[in-house]
């Protein structure tokens, strides 16, 4: 089994800032009440007045509320760190060893997909709550990305190849390789930081597009780290929805192929053939134009 574990993490700072300011807000609201109410209480003859205000403050109180409660629970699991997604086993098939069932470990209850090179195989499923995973029936041959999302930042990313006996983990900080005795399959784990990674950065990029988008066409300036997309002009009249459902499986996979070759990860800029902006990276993932 051959896995390549490439784990990437946006900053999550503006969630828990967000959390702390509704969390403010709501303090505030709530000191306002008292200053409402113990006012009503020491001047009864104006009680009608108070009462109003009252009411419009427990009701503004409550609309504050649920959200402070999120955005601060959130942010706080934001801090931590993430559980890792990890693959846990490749099964054959009873039947026929050309299928394998794939098994898994990630956050209790996350969103995991899988999905190939060729768009053939492109499947969701839901982690249980102890965090495991299966994905069943898949071809033994190929090669699958796995990828784990929650919120927008696709934090973390897995490729695997079920008949491949050779495993590799890549990590930011450091690169490991094991080796099983029983393959004759060569590999590179130290990617090098040069043309190579460059070459090997774009050609992962071309080869995805031309498989997935081929109506798309990919340029990368490495000097600015700006990967360049021109898509058709018919995309431009698509809604705000649509242009980032259609641009953010390109943008996860920038952020994938880029890890793996040890680069950091581009800016992505998406126009149309006759360009019009379409979209461009955010802080939160895809920030899409009108």
């Not at 990860?265 to 149309?272: F, G, L, N, R």
């Amino acid at each position: 089994m051959k896995t390549i574990h490439i784990a990437f993490t946006l900053s999550r700072g503006i969630f828990l800032i967000s959390a702390i300011l509704y969390t403010a807000i709501f303090l505030g609201i709530i000191y306002l009440l008292y200053l409402v109410i113990y006012p009503a209480y020491l001047l009864r003859k104006h009680a009608l007045k108070y009462k109003l205000r009252l009411v419009i403050g427990i009701i503004a109180a409550f609309l504050i509320l649920p959200k402070a409660i999120g955005l601060l629970m959130f942010g706080v699991q934001s801090a931590l760190p993430n559980q890792p997604l990890k693959v846990v086993d490749t099964t054959p098939n009873a039947d026929s060893n050309d299928k394998v069932a794939i098994k898994g470990k990630t956050k209790p209850n996350a969103s995991v997909n899988i999905s190939d090179d060729t768009a053939k195989v492109d499947q969701d499923t839901h982690a249980n709550s102890s965090g495991n995973f299966q994905f069943k029936n898949l071809s033994a041959e190929k090669t699958y990305d796995i990828s784990l999302n929650y919120w927008d930042s696709t934090p973390e990313s897995i490729r695997i190849s079920p008949n491949n006996k050779e495993t590799t983990k890549f990590e930011k900080a450091d690169q490991k390789k094991t080796k099983s005795h029983n393959t004759d399959t060569s590999d590179i784990t130290n990617k090098k930081n040069g043309q190579d990674a460059i070459n090997g950065f774009t050609d992962d990029m071309d080869a995805y597009l031309n498989n997935k988008y081929p109506e798309i066409s990919f340029t990368y300036d490495n000097k600015n780290k700006i990967a360049q997309f021109i898509v058709p002009n018919k995309t431009a009249s698509m809604n705000k929805s649509e242009k980032k459902n259609y641009i953010n499986p390109i943008n996860d996979r920038v952020g994938l192929f880029a890890n793996a070759e040890n680069l950091d990860i581009p800016t992505i800029q998406v126009k149309t053939q006759n360009g019009t902006k379409i979209a461009r990276s955010g802080i939160l993932g895809v920030k899409v134009y009108r």
